[in-house]
């Protein structure tokens, strides 16, 4: 699966941080803030919805061809290890996925059906070999033994080219959203004149400590709702006229160009990242589609691929897969006309439409039988009752 470089996204937001952060007493660290918060919400909008998404699917485990409910199925749709459920632990998954570009899913005791996420861990590279992963750390304490790529679940993004163009819009993104807010507080700022009659005297450094004072009191008084500003003789302080010209479009506009880019990089419809979706059925098939399928899949393939051999996947038709179709919300009274054409046409039993609307299975022998109206039959014997027909009514005729 390519979306590697979203992983990079995350490094590289981290690394921004830290640099900004170092840089803060250079410049505003207010507007560095504002600008490495903006970024790091809409990621985490993005990934959020995705991994609420996947943790609401159901993992369907296959044997002989059939959807069973076996001890694998329960360990990952109801209880993977006992500190965590399955929804837990995949939220945990996918967002480790993301922001760190891989996630590793393993069991650290054989004896023991229980799976983990791991919080780090480390690989050594073994070319024409299995790989090794070690280092492996769950729940903050480290596991004493190496792990085979064929004894864990390794997700993890490829990188793609899109990794510097993202970087570079991120940065220029960052660059001008910071521009804005500086720019906005000085339009809209207050700024005074403080004169004095005379001059500090002493060294540099006395000149300079007595500047710092001043500053420290008109920084307290001019922030502060309400205060008062002792002055000595020969002191006194002016308010300048402010332009009040500066306007905040251009930061709201920057949020939002950030919000519209993360959520084209997750194939996320943009009205998701807003929260204002009127045309909810499309947008959602949308997301389904573009955002949650590709990630399921790659999910599905790895899972099936670990827990079982070729053979039994070939011959045994076993198969592990995420079922995507439990995220789309179902009104029964909306879908009344359609499930009643799946049950006649006698693609689906009555059990099968009950399930995914949300009742229970009947689990009667009518209830799991396939159905047909008399509206559908074979071309073949549609034709051989006309003729028929023909022939009685010449019969008569005669």
């Known amino acids: 699966m390519h979306l590697g470089w979203f992983s990079d996204i995350a490094d590289y937001l981290a690394d921004i941080g830290r ?56 360990a990952l ?9 399955a929804a837990q632990l995949m939220n945990k998954l996918i967002e480790s996925y993301f922001y760190e570009g891989h996630a590793l899913l393993v069991q650290p005791s054989r004896a023991k059906n229980a799976y983990y996420v791991a919080d780090g861990f480390g690989f050594e590279l073994h070319p024409l070999q299995e790989d090794e992963f070690v280092g492996v750390s769950v729940e903050k304490q480290s596991l004493d033994r190496r792990f085979k790529a064929s004894e864990v679940c390794y997700f993890r993004l490829e990188n793609t080219e899109l990794k510097s163009i993202v970087h570079s819009m991120y940065r220029e993104f960052g660059q001008l959203l910071t521009m804005a807010v500086d720019s906005f507080k000085q339009a809209n700022g207050e700024k005074f004149i403080f004169e004095q009659s005379h001059s500090a005297r002493g060294t540099r450094g006395d000149e300079k400590s007595s500047a710092d004072e001043v500053n420290d009191r008109l920084k307290s008084f001019i922030r502060s709702p309400n205060g008062v500003l002792p002055l000595h003789h ?25 919000f519209e880019m993360t959520a084209q990089a997750l ?21 389904i589609t573009f955002g949650v399928d590709p990630i399921a899949c790659a999910l599905s393939q790895e899972l099936t691929r670990k827990f079982f051999t070729y053979e039994q996947w070939a011959i045994g038709g076993c198969r592990v897969s995420i079922d995507t179709t439990k995220i789309y919300h179902t009104d029964m009274f909306q879908v009344a006309d359609k499930a009643e054409k799946l049950v006649s046409s006698g693609i689906f039993s009555v059990d099968d439409v009950r399930e995914p609307l949300g009742a229970d299975r009947i689990g009667e022998e009518w209830s799991t039988a396939h159905w047909i109206t008399k509206n559908y039959s074979l071309i073949q ?8 027909g023909t022939a009685e009514g010449g019969e008569e005729r005669a």
Do not use: H, W
């Open 19 to 74: 640099s900004e952060t170092r840089e803060a007493s250079g410049s505003n660290s207010e507007d560095v803030a504002t600008s490495f918060a903006a970024k790091r919400m809409a990621l985490y909008i993005a990934v959020s919805y995705v991994a609420n998404a996947i943790s609401m699917c159901e993992i369907k485990t296959y044997r002989d061809g059939k959807s069973v409910k076996d001890e694998l199925y329960y």
């Open 77 to 85: 749709n109801v209880s993977p290890n006992p500190n965590q459920s």
């Open 234 to 258: 020969g002191q006194a302080i002016t308010r300048l006229a402010s332009n009040g010209s500066g306007s905040s479009d251009d930061v709201i506009s920057l949020r939002k160009d950030i």
């Open 267 to 287: 194939k996320i419809p943009q009205s998701m990242m807003y929260g204002n979706m009127t045309n909810t059925n499309d947008v959602i098939n949308q997301f």
């Open 381 to 388: 014997d549609a034709l051989q009752q006309m003729m028929q």
